[in-house]
């Protein structure tokens, strides 16, 4: 294949790099819900630990804040101050890049004194004002395709962020709603985003969620995980996102789709293969 390049995309003065003429596969892996200091910090080294081992740029991810939970009653962290303070104590601990979520535009200032990375719900994904506070921090931003979105209407999610002059933008594939409790991810989607002339990510794990699946709360399907991934890679994107967890079915959210931690090296090896392959091969 010989796939365009896009926007380069620095994250922590450069330290990690997604896009530019030729890419790096990067990683964004991390729980989906802040836990304590304690189980985050494991989680973000075990997974640091297999990201060097392979030679990826990587970046933690958890959500201080799930505030777009099924059912009123879901868990949903330690709330953005108290989980802010939590991620903070981890980048000084690890000095690993680290995002999250941003929900409110209040909450937008604050998050960015701590985060490398904003990174937009894909529910809130045509917010015009969450994208603009976003945007004029000045950080890179990564946009969530709102599930409802057709992949080339993301343009304008983009051109929100841009018209704040920030440039370090990527978005993000994460499955389109098909109803009745399912996802579906389409492969054309990769592309054409990615001719956008920004990043693509694939989030491999929301992609096989079922939202809303078991009754006040989602489902997954995470036998699903690893072809997806395979696939999204083959089609050209220039980073994965994936939840991890090293048990999931005790996660307080989204265990049905979270990756093992134990499955993760496996996973990014075949990743990577694939990748160098795309990246170098021509077309005829």
Same mark, same amino acid.
């Given at each position: 294949?010989?796939? +365009?390049?896009?926007?380069?995309?620095?994250?922590?003065?450069?330290?990690?790099?997604?896009?530019?003429?030729?890419?790096?596969?990067?990683? !964004?892996?991390?729980?989906?819900?802040?836990?304590?200091?304690?189980?985050?910090?494991?989680?973000?080294?075990?997974?640091?630990? !297999?990201?060097?081992?392979?030679?990826?740029?990587?970046?933690?991810?958890?959500?201080?804040?799930?505030?777009?939970?099924?059912?009123?009653?879901?868990?949903?962290? =330690?709330?953005?101050?108290?989980?802010?303070?939590?991620?903070?104590?981890?980048?000084?601990?690890?000095?690993? =890049?680290?995002?999250?979520?941003?929900?409110?535009?209040?909450?937008?200032?604050?998050? $960015?004194?701590?985060?490398?990375?904003?990174?937009?719900?894909?529910?809130?994904?045509?917010?015009?004002?969450?994208?603009?506070?976003?945007?004029?921090?000045?950080?890179?931003?990564?946009?969530?395709?709102?599930?409802?979105? $057709?992949?080339?209407?993301?343009?304008?999610? !983009?051109?929100?962020?841009?018209?704040?002059?920030?440039?370090?933008?990527?978005?993000?594939?994460?499955?389109?709603?098909?109803?009745?409790?399912?996802?579906?991810?389409?492969?054309?989607?990769?592309? !054409?985003?990615?001719?956008?002339?920004?990043?693509?990510?694939?989030?491999?794990?929301?992609?096989?969620?079922? =939202?809303?699946?078991?009754?006040?709360?989602?489902?997954?399907?995470?036998?699903?995980? #690893?072809?997806?991934?395979? #696939?999204?890679?083959?089609?050209?994107?220039?980073?994965?996102?994936?939840?991890?967890?090293?048990? +999931?079915?005790?996660?307080?959210?989204?265990?049905?789709?979270?990756?093992?931690?134990?499955?993760?090296?496996?996973?990014?090896?075949?990743?990577?293969?694939?990748?160098?392959?795309?990246?170098?091969?021509?077309?005829?």
């Amino acid at each position: 294949m010989n796939l +365009p390049p896009v926007q380069r995309v620095e994250i922590a003065g450069g330290r990690v790099v997604i896009g530019g003429p030729r890419p790096q596969l990067a990683l !964004i892996a991390g729980p989906c819900l802040v836990e304590d200091l304690a189980t985050t910090r494991d989680i973000a080294l075990q997974t640091a630990d !297999i990201a060097a081992r392979l030679g990826i740029p990587y970046i933690f991810k958890s959500s201080y804040d799930k505030a777009n939970r099924t059912s009123v009653s879901s868990p949903r962290g =330690p709330g953005w101050q108290a989980g802010l303070d939590i991620l903070a104590q981890l980048k000084a601990d690890t000095g690993l =890049p680290v995002l999250s979520d941003v929900h409110e535009v209040a909450q937008v200032a604050p998050a $960015a004194e701590v985060l490398d990375v904003l990174q937009i719900p894909a529910f809130l994904s045509r917010q015009t004002d969450l994208l603009v506070a976003a945007g004029s921090t000045g950080k890179p931003v990564n946009i969530k395709k709102g599930q409802f979105l $057709a992949p080339a209407d993301v343009r304008y999610c !983009i051109e929100k962020v841009l018209s704040t002059g920030n440039r370090q933008v990527m978005v993000t594939e994460r499955g389109t709603t098909f109803g009745y409790n399912n996802l579906v991810v389409d492969m054309r989607s990769l592309p !054409i985003m990615r001719g956008l002339g920004y990043p693509v990510v694939f989030d491999g794990t929301h992609s096989v969620q079922l =939202p809303g699946g078991i009754g006040g709360a989602s489902g997954g399907q995470r036998q699903f995980v #690893a072809p997806l991934v395979r #696939a999204a890679v083959a089609a050209g994107v220039d980073a994965l996102f994936l939840e991890v967890h090293p048990m +999931p079915d005790s996660a307080p959210c989204d265990g049905p789709n979270m990756l093992p931690l134990k499955d993760l090296p496996a996973l990014l090896q075949c990743a990577l293969d694939i990748f160098q392959v795309v990246w170098s091969k021509k077309e005829d």
